[in-house]
């Protein structure tokens, strides 16, 4: 059964750094790309970055509001998959959630999520 | 690329046939899919490659559309259908969501 969960969200001030977790099974963890996505209290969903299979070298993309501030690594040997947050601001207060990709005729779809984590961001 | 989904809510009864058309700012082929989202539970994968339904997703729901158009279709509504849909773009990062559709119960 294929499966991700996430850990690690919290209460953290702003100006301050978390490190979120994605622990992944059911599925060959080097093999698959794995998006990290976000949503607001009350608003829609924003895709936060990637990071790519094995066979592209675990290479990452992060969207514009993080950039720079938030990186995204694997640890194969504990098929898990963080995001290091740093900087944080009152903006990035969310529902984190991580994301399993197939790949369509080159492109990347994504199938199992998991239940997410939350941060929240308040002195 | 911007994603713009139209209706932003949409009010149905059961049984109703409905369609959500989500437009891009660019074409993006059809390298778009669809999400259904329940309230307090994570996105779930409905339509890949604008048009293919993902596996153990009831065949009432449809996608179509290429290009700068799309359409998600619901052709008989079930109680379970009322939850948020969005569409997402990963044609070019960085990937994008429309801003999402909430459907009710009229």
């Known amino acids: 059964e294929v499966q991700l969960v996430e850990s690690g969200g919290g209460l953290v001030q702003p100006g301050g750094s978390l490190r979120l977790s994605c622990v992944v099974s059911?599925?060959?963890?080097?093999?698959?790309?794995i998006d990290w996505v976000r949503q607001a209290p009350g608003e829609g969903l924003e895709w936060v970055g990637r990071?790519?299979?094995?066979?592209?070298?675990?290479?990452?993309e992060y969207g514009a509001s993080v950039r720079g501030r938030f990186t995204i690594s694997r640890d194969d040997s504990e098929s898990t998959v963080y995001l290091q947050m740093n900087s944080l601001k009152s903006e990035d207060m969310a529902m984190y959630y991580c994301?399993?990709?197939?790949?369509?005729?080159?492109?990347?779809?994504?199938?199992?999520w998991g239940q997410g984590t939350p941060v929240a961001v308040s002195s | 690329i911007q994603l713009t989904q139209s209706p932003s809510s949409l009010s149905a009864s059961v049984g109703d046939r409905i369609t959500i058309t989500c437009r891009a700012s660019?074409?993006?082929?059809?390298?778009l899919d669809w999400y259904q989202q329940r309230p307090g539970k994570a996105p779930k994968l409905l339509i890949y490659?604008?048009?293919t339904l993902q596996s153990g997703v009831p065949s009432r729901f449809s996608g179509g559309g290429s290009g700068t158009s799309f359409t998600l279709t619901i052709s008989s509504l079930q109680p379970e259908d009322f939850a948020t849909y969005y569409c997402?773009?990963?044609?070019?990062?960085?990937?994008?969501f429309g801003q999402g559709t909430r459907l009710e119960i009229k």
């Open positions: 994301t399993r990709g197939f790949q369509y005729n080159g492109h990347w779809y994504f199938d199992y």
């Open positions: 059911g599925f060959t963890f080097s093999d698959h790309y």
């Open positions: 990071s790519r299979n094995k066979v592209n070298s675990y290479s990452t």
């Open positions: 660019q074409g993006i082929s059809n390298y």
């Open positions: 490659a604008a048009s």
């Open positions: 997402r773009q990963c044609d070019t990062f960085p990937i994008t």
